[in-house]
């Protein structure tokens, strides 16, 4: 089953026996094994028992807290991997390392390539589509990174990338009620905006769990900064997987007019935008069925899932980080 999200609010979340149980005015409307559980995202107002978070975190189930809209509220974590020697690489490359910059280029590289191939997919899609600025500037970034020497750095060819890969993202909405102008957030003002804030989130909570596994600690990163509270090495390996999962969904939600204008509402103060009740599922089913999609991993050779990809790309990085291969290859489809 994979991630399990709860969006209905005032739900009642408990356990009976060794399986979840989901209740509302006192009637089961979700019953499923722990077993099958990799992870549980409670979006909007919901109760837990505090048995039932016992039991999460004796299974090592992560449990994440979103507001109705994909706004990251909490995260209940289970018990820190043992792996210390893991750790010990990892903050011995912190800051200007070489091992820093060197796994920085590769997130950013993989961003990059996977911006690019995006677009060029769409064109041979679309052979009106002119996307060839987007490409260069994209095609100009990527040759760059060879030669950056610093983390900022690194962070200006990554913000120059995604700028011109957002400057083509209109031309890849093929309907006529829904268009895209610019990334913002913290609130998203429009429909494409707040399916992409969502689909990060829901990313960034895949991505923690994969990497807590492995053994990293999720807080110390290489390409975005220390801030309190922020798990910036989740968001650092985000960033392969952004254009091929979040970006992908969001453009087959609205091409295959799976989500229509209706599905969205406004806050009249705020002026954010969220999905419905019944939008929102439409849209975490998109993403489920996104994660459990096969491909054939480019270094290993061999079908996976983009769930499975998550932590195979977070042991990849262990790998490098303990010098037991010399590379750190970001997940880049070709």
Not at 159 to 174: E, V
Not at 176 to 184: A, G
Request: charged share 25%; net charge positive.
């Amino acid at each position: 089953m994979g991630t399990v999200y709860i969006t209905q609010e005032d739900a009642f979340i408990g356990k009976v026996d060794e399986r979840l149980n989901v209740k509302y005015e006192k009637k089961t409307i979700l019953d499923v094994p722990l077993i099958k559980i990799d992870g549980l995202v409670v979006m909007g107002r919901a109760s837990i028992s505090p048995a039932t978070i016992a039991e999460l975190v004796n299974q090592k189930i992560p449990l994440t807290f979103l507001t109705n809209n994909g706004k990251y509220i909490a995260r209940l974590e289970p018990e820190m991997s043992k792996n210390i020697f893991l750790r010990s690489a990892q903050w011995k490359a912190k800051g200007e390392s070489p091992q820093a910059i060197h796994a920085s280029k590769g997130f950013v590289r993989g961003k990059l390539k996977n911006y690019r191939y995006s677009l060029l997919k769409s064109q041979r899609s679309y052979p009106d589509l002119d996307l060839n600025g987007g490409l260069n500037q994209l095609a100009t970034a990527i040759a760059n990174l060879d030669q950056a020497t610093s983390i900022d750095s690194i962070r200006g060819l990554e913000g120059a990338g995604s700028a011109a890969y957002f400057s083509c993202f209109n031309q890849l909405i093929r309907v006529d009620n829904f268009q895209f102008h610019t990334r913002n957030r913290r609130p998203p003002t429009d429909p494409v905006n707040s399916l992409l804030s969502l689909g990060y989130a829901l990313l960034r909570h895949d991505v923690q769990g994969a990497i807590n596994i492995v053994g990293f600690d999720p807080y110390l990163g290489y390409l975005h900064t220390e801030r309190y509270g922020r798990p910036s090495l989740a968001l650092d390996l985000m960033e392969e997987f952004r254009p091929v999962i979040v970006d992908a969904v969001v453009l087959t939600a609205i091409n295959r007019r799976i989500l229509v204008p209706t599905d969205f509402i406004t806050e009249p103060l705020s002026n954010a935008v969220s999905l419905t009740k019944e939008g929102l599922h439409k849209f975490l089913r998109l993403y489920q069925e996104k994660k459990q999609t096969k491909f054939k991993h480019p270094v290993m050779q061999k079908q996976y899932t983009y769930q499975e990809s998550f932590e195979l790309q977070a042991r990849l990085l262990a790998k490098y980080l303990m010098g037991e291969i010399e590379k750190y290859p970001p997940l880049v489809m070709k």
